[in-house]
T-cell receptor, first 109, second 114 residues
Framework: GQNIDQPTEMTATEGAIVQINCTYQ??????LFWYQQHAGEAPTFLSY??LDGLEEKGRFSSFLSRSKGYSYLLLKELQMKDSASYLC??????????WGAGTKLIIKP | DAMVIQNPRYQVTQFGKPVTLSCSQT?????MYWYQQKSSQAPKLLFH???????NEADTPDNFQSRRPNTSFCFLDIRSPGLGDAAMYLC?????????????FGPGTRLTVL
């Protein structure tokens, strides 16, 4: 079967750095997405990785290792507004998006 | 601004009473998706349209139907809602459904079944 694993919940301090991990086992691979979802709202697109390495976009960076079936989302200079769930999703060989259940990130002052 | 719009944002219905959720987009995207998301769970794809080509997920119950009368609009019909159908329903769009395609979501409709 296809599977995306992420931690259920993480806590971090305002101004700090946090890394949210995602491991996947899918039928083929055509890219990995990270989405942010605030409580009661729709997911919003953060990043896309298809090649190994680090993609940086402002305070957020996303890393991919295809050989390890692993990605992480790195959030720097955490702000209270970063409190949200972060969903990892992988596009498989049939171009279907396989979603993780998300990691709820709690930011404390 | 180009966007994905869902109406209503909150919908309350009674057990067994049909309900229709609507989605519209100004992005002129070819693909439209309907997802069901329950609390702290991954979004679950119900079906999607590539233009007018309808694609139903194998495990989507028959109770759920969809219509796409034109490029801009897509509807989700729940024929006889059960208590287990209470969830957030998310509409998303994308240009082509290809490998690098990004899905853009509407704000969602939260359905309550009494």
């Amino acid at each position: 079967g296809q599977n995306i694993d992420q931690p259920t919940e993480m806590t971090a301090t305002e101004g700090a750095i946090v890394q949210i991990n995602c491991t996947y086992q899918t039928s083929g691979f055509n890219g990995l997405f990270w989405y942010q979802q605030h409580a009661g709202e729709a997911p919003t697109f953060l990043s896309y990785n298809v090649l190994d390495g680090l993609e940086e976009k402002g305070r957020f960076s996303s890393f991919l290792s295809r050989s390890k079936g692993y990605s992480y989302l790195l959030l720097k200079e955490l702000q209270m507004k970063d409190s949200a769930s972060y969903l990892c999703a992988v596009r498989d060989s049939n171009y279907q998006l396989i979603w993780g259940a998300g990691t709820k990130l709690i930011i404390k002052p | 601004d180009a966007m994905v719009i869902q109406n209503p944002r909150y919908q309350v219905t009674q057990f067994g009473k049909p309900v229709t959720l609507s989605c519209s987009q100004t992005l002129n995207h070819n693909v439209m998706y309907w997802y069901q998301q329950k609390s702290s769970q991954a979004p679950k794809l119900l079906f999607h349209y590539y233009d007018k080509d309808f694609n139903n997920e194998a495990d989507t119950p028959d109770n759920f139907q969809s219509r796409r009368p034109n490029t801009s609009f897509c509807f989700l019909d729940i024929r006889s809602p059960g208590l287990g159908d209470a969830a957030m329903y998310l509409c998303a769009t994308s240009t082509s459904g290809g490998a690098t395609d990004t899905q853009y979501f509407g704000p969602g409709t939260r359905l309550t079944v009494l």
